[in-house]
DNA sequence: TTGTAATTGGCAAATAATTGTCATTAAGGG
DNA sequence: CCCTTAATGACAATTATTTGCCAATTACAA
């Protein structure tokens, strides 16, 4: 049997207070995620949170499609809340505290770069510096 | 006593021919290459050349400044000739055969995206689809 | 040609990130 | 309030990548 998005909406789901800790989480940090950030942003609510069961809530929350994956350029894997993913958008990367923010807007005119015979099916621009904590 | 480029300066260089055929591959390919593509592409021309014999050259030349590293979303970093490197420019991966290719041109006008109080140091655009090869 | 030391390559070991296992806990329907 | 079983968390195990080690090889200066 498949493991996925149909499988877990069939399944009952428990509102345990580890799964509402780390939905908190995504909601008030406004920005992409690492396991760890989860993990540590989480602990605050509920300091017995195992990271175990921080990748077992990420990838529950992945096959729900309540967030999405985001693959960045030199650091981990962030995820963002889907309804913000599903919206065309870019990141900043503070390279001083590592942390990803969303970016608003979009260059556009990209397909003018793109080489003959290429097909075009998406782009990811990432700006780097520093955040305004950091700057 | 640091690892740096100063001391690979100073040391003995030795022109081998497993040097010479990751220099090759580099040369030939004209985009940046993974550690398996480079290791593959120079055993064409070396079949005993070792995987990792491929990590301390491309180390090597790294310090030298032959070389720059060139981190992607999702996937392994690759490499490219600094000549290149130093050359503004962006890249374009194949989700199909999961190489890269450079772009060049820039879409520009990225300061305006950027949020109040941070800083922009650096931006890095990678599009993606297929390459012409396998569209 | 010879001597020396840089380089090589196979394998083990170190890293780092994720997942399997399983006894225990607890959500929530009845 | 129970009872069933989903969920948890500690730990071991796995996976993937990179590096340490070292005996054998080889570049190249003398």
Avoid: W
């Amino acid at each position: 049997m498949p493991h996925g998005r149909y499988l877990e909406v069939m399944t009952a789901q428990r509102q345990t207070k580890q799964l509402q800790a780390v939905r908190n989480a995504f909601e008030s940090a406004g920005r992409p995620l690492s396991i760890d950030e989860l993990h540590q942003m989480a602990s605050e609510d509920l300091d017995s949170l195992g990271l175990r069961t921080v990748y077992r809530v990420v990838r529950k929350l992945q096959d729900a499609d309540e967030i999405a994956v985001v693959s960045v350029p030199g650091s981990s894997d962030r995820y963002e809340l889907a309804s913000v993913a599903s919206k065309h958008h870019h990141h900043f990367h503070c390279t001083s505290c590592d942390r990803f923010f969303d970016i608003h807007g979009c260059p556009g005119g990209l397909s003018k770069l793109v080489p003959e015979g290429f097909k075009l099916e998406r782009h990811d621009l990432t700006l780097s510096g520093l955040c305004d904590a950091c700057a």
